[in-house]
């Protein structure tokens, strides 16, 4: 708890206008960065800005404030990151766990999304879980199959509710002493779900508008602590970006792939026109997913232009 020099171990719940407030043992601090602290973070890649679950180490100096004066350095692992410009800003660092929330209606979900999250997710090396909310407006047959496939698959699903309840407590125990964010287009219900679980947890719920995008949207990254892990609440759409993401590793980061790899004619086949390609034959069977093979071919293109 206490160190030895008197400084709390602490973990960044949010981030604003310079200011950071950090879970400790003793409460939730309002934290300054140490001067010397802030000239060593100017000089790295996120640009002296710290996410939240970054694990830090803070001096205390009343109640309710304190001093950042150290941060635990693993800021790649577990982290999920956009790009802005030329840098590199990491939304969430030190997670656990992913869990990409989408609607079974209203909005119906994009699995071209899904798809693009899961590579991220993979490449990120950050295990991802998925939550279908909304269940109460009823589940679309074609839906239904579609989701059965990713569950297939391997990653964790949980059909939920934030209206109806159902699915709350398969996403409390997923969520239980770890650190987990969720992300998802606008008005899927991620913030109706914190607050299902915990009224209060993330207070603002935005209606759905046309655009999908309410008033009271989310609008930053937000860490709450929950069941003795934390759980963070991620603006909706599309901060998620392929940050250079290698197309050569794009494969392998489709575990249904992943198996086939070495069986192609051409060592260094792209699965897209080649002969004798083992992926396309999968997906000729039926073995892979149609449209998962489309999100591939999708995001391969995509990679090679921007390497151009
Ligand atoms: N029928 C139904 N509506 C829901 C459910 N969960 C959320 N909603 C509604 O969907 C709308 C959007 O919910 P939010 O919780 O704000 O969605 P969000 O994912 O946090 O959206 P952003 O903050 O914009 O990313 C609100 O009008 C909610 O009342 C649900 O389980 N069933
Ligand atoms: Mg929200
Ligand atoms: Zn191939």
């Known amino acids: 708890m206490t160190a030895a020099n008197g400084a709390l171990a602490g973990i960044i719940l949010s981030v604003g206008g310079g200011l950071y407030d950090v879970h400790t043992p003793l409460g939730t601090l309002r934290c300054t960065l140490r001067g010397r602290l802030r000239k060593e973070l100017a000089a790295s890649p996120e640009r002296g800005v710290l996410a939240p679950g970054q694990r830090v180490r803070v001096q205390r100096i009343d109640a309710a404030t304190g001093v950042i004066e150290d941060v635990e350095r693993r800021p790649e692992e577990g982290a999920l990151a956009r790009a802005r410009g030329v840098r ?10 992913v869990v990409f929330v989408f609607a079974v209606r209203e909005p119906s979900p994009r699995f071209d999304l899904l798809d693009r999250y899961l590579v991220i997710a993979e490449d990120a090396d950050v295990p991802a879980a998925l939550c279908f909310n909304k269940i109460d407006l009823g589940q679309p047959p074609e839906i239904a199959q579609a989701i059965e496939g990713y569950r297939r698959l391997g990653y964790p699903v949980v059909l939920s509710s934030a209206r109806g309840g159902a699915g709350l407590a398969e996403l409390r125990r997923l969520f239980e002493g770890k650190i987990s964010a ?9 913030s109706s779900l914190l607050n299902a679980l915990e009224p209060g947890l993330a207070a603002r719920v935005g209606p759905l508008t046309a655009e999908g995008a309410g008033r009271h949207t989310t609008t930053s990254v937000h860490l709450y602590p929950f069941d003795g892990g934390y759980v963070a609440d991620t603006p909706g759409a599309r901060w998620v970006y392929a940050w250079q993401l290698d197309r050569d590793r794009l494969p392998a ?3 249904e792939m992943r198996p086939l790899l070495g069986d192609c004619r051409f060592d260094d086949c792209r699965h897209l026109d080649e002969p004798g390609c083992a992926i396309r034959s999968a997906v000729e069977r039926a073995d892979i997913a149609p449209q998962r093979y489309e999100s591939y071919r999708r995001l391969c293109q995509e990679l090679a232009q921007r390497e151009r």
Do not use: C, E, M, T
Not at 88 to 97: C, E, G, I, K
Not at 182 to 190: D, E, I, Y
């Open 182 to 190: 969720l992300a998802g287009p606008s008005g899927v219900g991620k």
């Open 88 to 97: 590199r800003q990491v939304l969430v660092a030190n997670l656990d766990q």
């Open 253 to 255: 980061l489709f575990p």
